[in-house]
């Protein structure tokens, strides 16, 4: 038995992935641009090893090795075959959407996440959606279904429309959530296409229940008694702490009704509790 442990291994015996030198690359989601940098500073970090296998070559062959857009590392001839691919990051922060070359391992994990909803917008790169107009349209779609959604939900006359959509579920439940596929589909307004027809459906079965109409709201600001909804985002502002809404004309900033719950609570903690008198008989 050798004296040392294994190089496989750590001090503490756990099996480590690949060797003390070298580590198989990890299944993740990169949504940033890797900083510019040249072949020779990326080989030297990975002391001349293709990223995929872990073998090493002379300085002379670095030219040799293939690098991968998503990884951001350089592989060799065997773990990297030239396939493209869209690159996330590429899209969230360029809205780019040619083809890069990536690693085989690259390229067989982006096809594993192409329809998972994996990407919030408004938290990578919320300017895409001022910059990008196809982008912008899309998200008031999704927030009119997500809004219509609740409504249709709680109406028995509702469920049956809800039933009949294709579309998956993130679409209409979670609107800043996006796949890939999600992204091209937008970039080629296919999105827009298939959303606008379920949003205009869903918004006559609205105007024509009275069910759905109970639920809408009146604005206690103006004078006008007309009903108002949370999905018409281009007139209605909606309170986020107790979800009254409001004309975005009439709304200066200050809820009424929140600054009521607040009055209440303020005068039922300053009025003391009524405290029992004890009578001898």
């Known amino acids: 038995e050798s004296s040392g442990i294994n190089a496989e291994y750590g001090d503490v015996g756990l099996k480590l992935r690949g060797t003390t030198e070298w580590a ?3 299944a993740q989601i990169i949504c940033h641009l890797h900083p510019p940098t040249t072949r020779k500073k990326l080989m030297e970090r990975c002391g001349y090893r293709c990223a995929g296998c872990g073998m090493k070559i002379a300085q002379s062959l670095a030219s040799i090795f293939r690098y991968c857009a998503y990884l951001g590392k350089y592989f060799c001839h065997s773990c ?11 899209i969230l922060h360029k809205w780019d959407f040619r083809k890069q070359k990536v690693s085989n391992f690259a390229a067989e994990l982006l096809g594993k996440m192409w329809s998972e909803p994996l990407y919030s917008i408004q938290d990578i790169n919320s300017s895409l959606y001022r910059s990008v ?6 998200r008031a ?3 009119q279904l997500y809004f219509l959604n609740e409504y249709l939900r709680a109406c028995k006359n509702g469920k049956d429309l809800l039933g009949s959509v294709t579309i998956r579920g993130h679409i209409y439940n979670d609107p800043e959530l996006f ?3 999600d992204l091209c589909s937008v970039k080629d307004r296919v999105m827009i296409e298939a959303l606008r027809p379920i949003v205009t459906s869903w918004l006559q079965h609205v105007d ?3 069910l759905c109409r109970g639920k809408g709201f009146i604005c206690e600001l103006c004078e006008r008694k007309e009903v108002i909804y949370p999905f ?7 309170c986020q702490m107790c979800w009254t809404c ?3 004309t009439c709304f200066t900033g200050t809820c009424p009704k929140c600054a009521r719950i607040r009055s209440r609570r303020t005068l039922s903690q300053e009025d003391p509790a009524p405290q029992e008198h004890l009578t001898n008989d």
């Open 141 to 143: 779609l999704r927030y």
């Open 133 to 138: 107009s196809e982008l912008k349209f899309t």
């Open 246 to 248: 409001f004309h975005k």
């Open 232 to 238: 018409q985002l281009t007139t209605v502002f909606q």
């Open 80 to 90: 990297h075959h030239e396939q493209a691919a869209f690159i996330p990051a590429r």
């Open 24 to 26: 198989p690359p990890r």
């Open 208 to 210: 024509n229940c009275g």
């Open 179 to 181: 796949s890939l596929e």
